[in-house]
């Protein structure tokens, strides 16, 4: 049987005036940095009695 090895092809027009569903403002660059440096003093505090531990991924 032939048919199961035929992928349909349908060609549509590109609408760039459709929303996209991403319409969330961006981070910049120092608010990312910013973020990121309240993670890991949270972090820091959060494993601050265990000396070998520095990230969740080496707590048990």
Do not use: C, W
């Not at 035929?6 to 961006?26: R, W």
């Not at 009695?49 to 707590?59: F, G, L, P, S, V």
Request: net charge neutral.
């Amino acid at each position: 049987m032939v048919f199961g090895r035929i992928a349909p092809y349908v060609g549509l027009p590109v609408n760039n005036e459709a929303p996209t569903g991403n319409e969330m403002p961006s981070e910049t660059s120092a608010d990312i940095a910013a973020r990121v440096a309240r993670a890991r003093e949270m972090q820091e505090a959060r494993f601050k009695d265990n000396r070998n531990i520095y990230y969740n991924a080496q707590h048990n």
